[in-house]
Nanobody, 121 residues
Framework: QVQLVESGGGLVQAGGSLRLSCAAS????????MGWYRQAPGKQRELVAH???????NYADSVRGRFTISRDNAKVTVYLQMDSLKPEDTALYYC???????????????WGQGTQVTVSS
């Protein structure tokens, strides 16, 4: 059983920073791409940032230049450094990882439980 556990959300004032972490745990698995999505109340879930196994990154236009995604393959952890936060960044943030297990060679997308980020004006 593979699990993704997020941490680092919270309440911050506009202009502030937060760092989210998401660690994968379990046994007999390998991780391909990892990423972060967010969902604000009444809106669809949207991609925030994505990072491949080789470190190639992609960002939503709304966060490019303010957010930085990175990963530590040894710790099987993905990070999202969020700077210059705006009230419109308020959302539930989910991490995901494309994973192969010993029992399934297909890539399966796993999701974390979500961590709340609230930016006050």
């Amino acid at each position: 059983q593979v699990q993704l556990v997020e941490s680092g959300g919270g309440l911050v004032q506009a202009g502030g920073s937060l760092r989210l972490s998401c660690a994968a745990s379990g046994s007999d698995f390998s991780v391909n791409a990892m990423g972060w999505y967010r969902q604000a109340p009444g809106k669809q879930r949207e991609l925030v940032a994505h990072i491949t196994n080789g470190g190639i990154t992609n960002y939503a236009d709304s966060v490019r230049g303010r957010f930085t995604i990175s990963r530590d393959n040894a710790k099987v952890t993905v990070y999202l450094q969020m700077d210059s936060l705006k009230p419109e960044d308020t959302a539930l943030y989910y991490c995901n990882a494309d994973i192969r297990t010993r029992w399934n060679s297909n890539l399966i997308r796993y999701w974390g439980q979500g961590t709340q980020v609230t930016v006050s004006s």
